[in-house]
């Protein structure tokens, strides 16, 4: 299987007619991207990177390229979360997005969805329950070879794991397969033991520079916007958010500006795309992210990509992402509500809002996702790199070689 080099990434650019006017400088690097895309974006970039090879002797770190939804769905079809069609559909659902984007799926022909034939594509799958058996694999039990997700880490927690099953017969046992990297586009707490464990990538967003010269030109473009509002507020109304939407209303729009977005037909998020949410995070000094079904929002990475400090309750929201956010709370602010993050606003001063917007432009290229290898660290190359450097240490412990210097150490790379 090949990812398609056009429809994989989503090439076309967003249709000018949804542009507004005030975001048409941004037109070059503004794309149809939903968050569910991140497997077809790492696969069309690890296939075209400069860094790809086709010897497994040679190879540093190993891409494991199968959809972990389907597969957990066909592991384990019959159990109580996936005895319905709702539980199915929603651990197939970024394959057949995937599908649905790409006209092609990565799954063998084998595998029927129309007739829910899951034991079609296990025993399809046989190269993946081998892959611990491989010479490439006992070079260090795993620890060079990644998974990514493009479902929240949270959603095989709540299946109460069925891709291990706590034992021998699940798919990826984790006797054979904890040394793995799992990616997931949030992932879990650093405190979390539960098997298996998600280190979070960033949340694909609508803007993806193809270039050096591309992202400095966004980053010029942010600079120079004028914030019409203090702080914004896009999201679906629910009951849990009542008070911090209250709070938005009651204040004038300078100050802070609400933007509905929920399913109805005449939803402003529905009738005018995200560009229209771009335009609001763009004009924003900060924006509000709260929890919805999980702890972070695809806002979060929005709204730094535009330029807006993200306003969150707690840390919750971005400390599952070790490989990409190292501090976040230099780019973030911490508020349990509007009325708070006003005050604390008002209190950092001009000074402050300086200082953290210019941690926000430097933190920017590690979480957006470029077209191609460019001339800076995006999210996928930070991700290659942290593996590397895992896959190093690990590999020098298993040598004994305390000192990475030492004769018979694994040399690790500089940015590690």
Not at 9 to 30: A, G, K, N, W
Not at 103 to 111: H, R, W
Request: aromatic content about 10%.
């Amino acid at each position: 299987y090949i990812c398609p080099q056009i429809h994989a990434f989503r090439r076309e650019r967003l249709d000018m007619e949804e542009i507004v006017p005030s975001m048409v400088d941004y037109q070059d690097v503004l794309y149809d991207t939903s968050q569910f895309d991140v497997n077809s974006i790492i696969n069309y970039r690890i296939e075209n990177s400069e860094c790809r090879i086709f010897s497994r002797e040679e190879a540093d770190i190993f891409y494991v390229d199968f959809f972990l939804g389907p597969l957990a769905a066909a592991a384990w079809k019959d159990s109580h979360y996936l005895s319905n069609a709702k539980g199915r559909w929603t651990m197939l659902f970024d394959y057949v997005h995937h599908v649905m984007r790409t006209g092609q799926s990565p799954l063998p022909e084998s595998f029927d969805m129309r007739q829910d034939d899951g034991d079609g594509l296990i025993k399809a799958l046989d190269v993946l329950r081998n892959l611990p058996d491989s010479k490439e694999w006992k070079r260090c039990h795993g620890c060079d070879h990644f998974m990514v997700s493009g479902r929240i880490g949270m959603d095989f927690k709540k299946m109460g794991g069925i891709l291990s099953n706590k034992g021998t017969k699940g798919l990826l046992p984790p006797q054979k397969w904890q040394n793995v990297t799992f990616l997931s586009i949030e992932g879990d707490s650093p405190s979390t033991k539960s098997y298996p464990f998600f280190t979070g990538i960033p949340y694909p967003g609508h803007i993806h520079p193809a270039s050096l010269s591309s992202l400095n030109h966004l980053r010029k473009l942010i600079s120079i916007r004028r914030k019409q509002h203090m702080i914004s507020f896009v999201g679906m109304p629910m009951r849990k958010r009542a008070v911090a939407i209250d709070q938005c209303q009651k204040m004038p729009d300078s100050t802070c500006v609400f933007m509905p977005c929920n399913r109805k037909a005449d939803s402003l998020c529905k009738t005018h795309g995200a560009v229209t949410v771009l335009e609001v995070y763009a004009n924003s000094a900060f924006c509000y992210e709260p929890h919805g079904d999980s702890p972070t929002r695809q806002g979060y990475f929005d709204a730094i990509s535009v330029g807006c400090i993200p306003v969150v309750p707690d840390t919750k929201s971005f400390d599952g992402y070790g490989l990409h956010i190292y501090d976040a709370t230099k780019f973030t602010l911490i508020a349990s509500d509007i009325n708070e993050a006003v005050e604390k606003i008002n209190e950092l001063g001009k000074e402050g809002y300086a200082r953290m917007f210019q941690n926000l432009l430097e933190a920017l290229p590690h979480l957006v996702y470029a077209h191609q290898d460019t001339g800076f660290d995006d999210a996928i190359s930070i991700m290659m790199k942290g593996i590397d450097c895992k896959a190093k240490k690990r590999q020098n412990m298993i040598f004994g070689a305390s000192n990475y210097s030492a004769v018979d150490a694994v040399k690790l790379p500089i940015y590690c």
